[in-house]
């Protein structure tokens, strides 16, 4: 089976801009997260959905929002952009077990 | 609020010995503890998980082992080899059958030749 793919892997923008990025989960897989991650707070959950519903969500800015498609690939984005926003962006899939399989991410740099 | 925590940063051992890294929790409501496996620029790629009511899981060289009334959790490596040289990443998850997995800050794990 193909793994978690991620679009785009680089992208550049400034401050003020909006950016959406792109998650395509493991085949038969309906559960899709994403995390971001930066050198000063780690590893953070930004939010979940299943069948194009959000579960849940982290503690976040309304600044960031997501969705969900019927095909189960899913979309984040992130508006007004901050520096602060720099960060590796990770979308993980699940089927029926625990286990959360991540893509290779996107890295998101803000000037 | 730090739930997961990895005090070590850092650990160096040589090749073939055991490498032994530590997790530290905070809160009771995890079901599922999981351990992770990083490279820079590239996602976590997973490792060996645990339910909150057992206490060992193995998988060839990985064990993990959960102690409850300690809140800690450890992932023992036997042999180490050189290509086990990465960020491990401790994962818990919140009870409830969702997704959400809080994660400890890393330990930088290398070995040497």
């Known amino acids: 089976k193909a793994g978690v793919t991620q679009t785009p892997r680089y992208l550049i923008k400034t401050r003020g801009q909006q950016v959406t990025l792109s998650c395509s989960p493991i085949?038969?897989?309906?559960?899709v997260s994403w995390y971001q991650q930066t050198p000063g707070q780690g590893l953070q959950f930004l939010f979940e959905y299943f069948s194009e519903t959000q579960r849940n969500k982290g503690n976040f800015p309304g600044r960031f929002s997501g969705r969900q498609f019927s095909n189960s690939r899913s979309e984040m984005n992130v508006s007004t952009l901050e520096l602060g926003d720099s960060a590796l962006y990770l979308c993980a899939s699940r089927g029926r077990a625990v286990t959360q399989y991540f893509g290779p991410g996107t890295r998101l740099t803000v000037l | 609020d730090q739930q997961v925590k990895q005090n070590s940063p850092s650990l160096s051992v040589q090749e073939g010995r055991i490498s032994i890294l530590n997790c530290d929790y905070t809160?009771?409501?995890?079901?599922?503890f999981l351990w992770y496996k990083k490279y820079p620029a590239e996602g976590p790629t997973f490792l060996i998980s645990?339910?909150?009511?057992?206490d060992k899981n193995e998988d060839g060289r990985f064990t993990v082992f959960l102690n409850k009334s300690a809140k800690h959790l450890s992932l023992h490596i036997v042999p180490s080899q050189p290509g086990d040289s990465a960020v491990y990443f401790c994962?818990?998850?919140?009870?409830?059958?969702?997704?959400?997995?809080?994660f400890g800050t890393g330990t930088q794990l290398k070995v040497e030749l």
């Open positions: 994962a818990a998850r919140h009870t409830g059958g969702g997704n959400k997995l809080t």
């Open positions: 645990i339910s909150s009511i057992k």
């Open positions: 085949s038969g897989h309906r559960s």
């Open positions: 809160n009771s409501m995890f079901d599922y």
